[in-house]
């Protein structure tokens, strides 16, 4: 059973910085991309950055030179270093990997319970 736990969501004004971290943990074999979305009221939930196991990244247009992601593979874990936030920042922030939990399976995505982040002006 694998379990990704989000942390680090909250209230912030505008211009100031949030980091969330997701840890994966349970039965895990290989662990591909890890990945950070966000789902804003009324929107569809879109791709905010993602990290490959190599550690080449990619960002959304929107939070390019704000925002950092970053992994720990010792720790199994992912985190988003948000600066500079804007109030369309606000968002539910789900934690996502791409990976396989035994050397027999294959690899699946798993999801994290979100995280709200919400950026007052």
């Known amino acids: 059973q694998v379990q990704l736990v989000e942390s680090g969501g909250g209230l912030v004004q505008a211009g100031g910085s949030l980091r969330l971290s997701c840890a994966a943990s349970?039965?895990?074999?290989?662990?591909?991309?890890m990945a950070w979305y966000r789902q804003a009221p009324g929107k569809q939930r879109e791709l905010v950055a993602e990290?490959?196991?190599?550690?080449?990244?990619k960002y959304a247009d929107s939070v390019k030179g704000r925002f950092t992601i970053s992994r720990d593979n010792a720790k199994i874990t992912v985190y988003l270093q948000m600066n500079s936030l804007k109030p369309e920042d606000t968002a539910v922030y789900y934690c996502?990997?791409?990976?396989?939990?035994?050397?027999?399976?294959?690899?699946?995505?798993?999801w994290g319970q979100g995280t709200q982040v919400t950026v007052s002006s």
């Open positions: 996502n990997t791409f990976l396989m939990p035994n050397s027999r399976g294959s690899y699946d995505d798993y």
């Open positions: 349970g039965t895990i074999f290989s662990i591909n991309r």
């Open positions: 990290i490959t196991s190599g550690g080449s990244t």
